[in-house]
């Protein structure tokens, strides 16, 4: 029986047990599927907005679609660029506050400092937390409703150079740079000077602000930094001057600093001179790397001179060559190609500011003229690759300047030099002849009278002023490195030739037909090409040698005069040629002997020196008086040269009254 009550009871459990379970299930699978519909509909009802519960910048923007948000975001954007950038900074114990615009208004409209693609930000908000998944951008929506995610802008962008050149305008009247103690020249003979104080400095460290305008502007909040200040010391103390000051006597006495640039293209070369002006107005106490003290140059001002003084020399653009021969077997169209040159002023001012350290640790040894250090660019068409002739490079340059000379001086000097020797070209192995090149010299053949003396009478001669082609092309020729087979000097120091080196005679050459003639010989292997400039308003004329270097190195030295001979007392003569009374006067020449040295080393090393000595007789002031024709006494005509009755080609240039005129043993050359 008890048996029976234990089986039933069994039963009554089962069905019991099972009903309940069932019940449970059906309730709690149907609460699940009743969620799992809300949220997939709640999730569906923010696929074309933003989940709920999220924010940005402590702004509630979830529920919003692309219109509202990309709306919202536009008008946070205005009221950003409209608000500005706040800036504050203490000084003294003072706030300053100012504010910078980030935006820059144009005459083609309105460029923003700072933004950010609002169409990629909606995108990028309105899929935030979202995976293209039905069920899992439901749990996220769950999810993210309860975290609350506060989310930035990723793609704010600055323009930053821009934004601190506004700070740096706003914060200048503020700033202060160190002055570092230096010493001041009141007079070099005798020597004064003071020694200046240091100050210190304040500056303002603003390098992380773009960062923080970043982090505000991502999160729309208008911008509000602080900017940080401090003082500067200077670098060097009066006690530190003080240390090396007795090095600024020699300092100064070692004088100017030049500075020199041979153009690679034409081999011209420049100068220019920091002088003893410049240097007591530049000079001031400076640190090495290591510490030491040193009398340099102040930076500002020496880049400023290389700035205002060689840039614009030393600069040009690369050219292509062109080249053409006529049928005359002139060139007659020639360009040379050039490098273009760049000024590499760092480099340059570093080794200016080299030698003038130098003059504080050093006594000997100095370096008083610094070489300009240039870049230099390639031209796409080299010489050499538009002829056959071996004409390549510039081989050397000569250079005299006719300063003062009267109109068909100038005349018959551009008539040799542009259209009789310009594109002329040289053959290998020829002993050129420069007498042969110019003739013949008369006016058929271009060339203008100029005034010379003759005895006691002034006359017109033809081709006055070839002289000054002949002291040119022998400088050319010699740095050329080419063998001279001829040349002789003028028989009176004249103004013209003086060598422009050091202003004394020495260096020129005269021409007289048919001698003495200047030759020289073309011993390079190639032909030889000769272009000319002349420039009217300087007063400069070049003549350019161009060929195929084949190794050689050329220069002569700086013609020295060891002797100079007084020209003695005013010499009077009488002439019927002139109307009685009436003086017409040349001026006087001082007489010299003069020499230089002109070196070749070849390429196997061997060397030849060629020792030039010049010989110029003095000339006393002549002057021509008019007198009265008196038959019964011949007129005492004394003649200013030996020579001068000979045929008219080349002369020594002279004075007549108003007129400048030419005379000597090559009557109308010069």
Not at 144 to 150: C, E, N, Q, S, Y
Not at 364 to 389: A, C, F, I, R
Not at 550 to 579: C, H, Q
Not at 624 to 639: A, I, K, Q, S
Request: aromatic fraction near 10%; hydrophobic fraction near 35%.
């Amino acid at each position: 029986m008890l048996k029976n009550f234990f089986k039933s009871e069994e039963n009554t459990i089962k069905n019991i047990s099972w009903k309940r379970i069932w019940i449970v299930v059906i309730v709690f699978v149907t609460i699940v599927s009743i969620f799992l519909v809300g949220t997939l509909v709640y999730a569906q009802n923010y696929k074309d907005s933003v989940l709920p519960g999220v924010y940005l910048g402590g702004v509630h923007i979830g529920g919003m679609d692309k219109v509202a948000l990309s709306g919202y975001l536009q008008d946070m954007n205005n009221k950003l660029l409209d608000s500005g950038i706040h800036f504050k900074f203490t000084l003294d114990g003072e706030v300053h506050e100012f504010v910078v615009s980030p935006m820059v208004i144009k005459e083609d409209g309105v460029q923003d400092l700072i933004r950010f693609d609002i169409e990629k930000e909606t995108e990028s908000i309105l899929n935030f937390r979202k995976n293209n998944n039905i069920f899992a951008d439901a749990v996220s929506s769950i999810l993210v409703r309860i975290a609350k995610p506060d989310i930035n802008l990723q793609r704010v962008s600055i323009n930053k150079d821009v934004i601190f050149e506004q700070v740096k305008n706003n914060l200048k009247d503020y700033v202060s740079e160190p002055q570092d103690a230096s010493v001041k020249i009141i007079s070099v003979d005798p020597l004064e000077y003071d020694i200046t104080s240091s100050t210190a400095g304040f500056a303002f460290d603003y390098e992380q602000i773009a960062g923080h305008i970043v982090k505000d502007w991502s999160v729309l909040k208008s911008p509000e930094l602080v900017i940080n200040s401090s003082s500067r010391e200077a670098e060097i103390s009066e006690d530190d001057v003080a240390t090396i000051v007795d090095r600024l006597t020699v300092v100064l006495e070692v004088g100017p600093l030049d500075v020199s640039f041979t153009d690679p293209y034409n081999k011209r070369n420049y100068s220019w001179t920091i002088t003893d002006k410049d240097i007591r107005s530049w000079i001031n106490v400076q640190k090495t790397k290591n510490g030491k003290l040193f009398f340099g140059l102040d930076s500002s001002s020496t880049l400023a001179f290389l700035d205002d003084e060689i840039k614009s020399t030393v600069n040009v653009d690369a050219e292509d060559a062109k080249f053409s021969v006529g049928a005359n077997g002139k060139v007659t169209e020639f360009k040379g190609s050039r490098p273009g040159v760049t000024l590499d002023e760092e480099v340059t001012y570093s080794d200016i500011q080299d030698a003038f350290m130098a003059r504080t640790f050093n006594d000997e040894g100095l370096v008083k003229n610094v070489s300009v250090t240039s870049k230099q660019l390639e031209p796409k068409v080299k010489t050499g690759e538009v002829n056959d002739l071996g004409i390549s490079e510039v081989l050397g340059v000569g250079h005299s300047k006719f300063s003062g000379s009267p109109s068909n001086r100038i005349k018959n000097i551009r008539h040799a030099a542009v259209d009789k020797l310009h594109g002329l070209l040289i053959k290998p192995g020829e002993n050129f002849s420069l007498i042969g090149a110019l003739e013949p010299f008369t006016i058929e053949a271009g060339y203008l009278p100029e005034l010379v003396i003759k005895g006691d009478e002034i006359k017109p001669e033809i081709a006055g002023g070839l002289c000054q082609v002949g002291t040119t092309m022998f400088r050319a020729a010699m740095n050329s490195g080419l063998k001279i087979t001829e040349r002789q000097n003028h028989s009176l120091v004249v103004s013209y030739y003086n060598d422009l080196s050091n202003g004394n005679p020495g260096t020129d050459a005269t021409i007289y037909d048919p001698h003495p003639d200047f030759r020289f010989l073309n011993d390079t292997g190639n032909y030889i090409l000769i272009t000319t400039e002349m420039d009217s308003q300087t007063s400069d004329l070049y003549f350019y040698f161009w060929g195929t270097n084949d190794g050689r190195e050329a220069s002569y030295t700086p013609p020295v005069v060891s002797r100079w001979i007084p020209a003695g007392p005013t010499k009077i003569v009488e002439t019927t040629k002139l109307a009685p009374g009436k003086q017409e006067c040349q001026l006087q020449h001082n007489g010299a002997e003069a020499s230089f040295t002109y070196t070749r080393i070849f390429a196997d090393g061997k060397k030849e020196d060629v020792v030039f000595t010049s010989y110029y007789r003095a000339l006393p002031k002549i002057c021509l008086v008019g007198v009265d024709p008196t038959p019964e006494v011949p007129v005492d005509g004394v003649p200013i040269e030996g020579d001068m009755t000979s045929s008219p080609v080349s002369g020594d240039t002279v004075e007549t009254g108003n007129n400048t005129s030419s005379t000597g043993n090559s009557a109308n050359f010069n």
